[in-house]
């Protein structure tokens, strides 16, 4: 999901480069929402994994 954040995020700033500004508004708008997803994900699994008691895997 962070991979698609990031995606959408390039693709904002290569349009805002070339000018494409409801089309870069757009794409940052959806990264914004795809990272703050992705973000809340993280913190639920953090605290599940804290609960349990078990490790990370790294």
């Known amino acids: ?13 290569i349009a805002g480069v070339l000018g494409f500004g409801g089309v870069a508004g757009a794409a940052a708008g ?4 795809i990272f703050f997803i992705f973000i809340v994900l993280l913190v639920i699994s953090l605290l599940a994994g804290a609960l349990r008691g078990r490790k990370p895997k790294m």
Do not use: H, N, P, R
């Open 30 to 33: 959806i990264a914004k929402i």
């Open 1 to 13: 999901m962070l991979g698609w954040a990031l995606t959408f995020l390039v693709i904002a700033l």
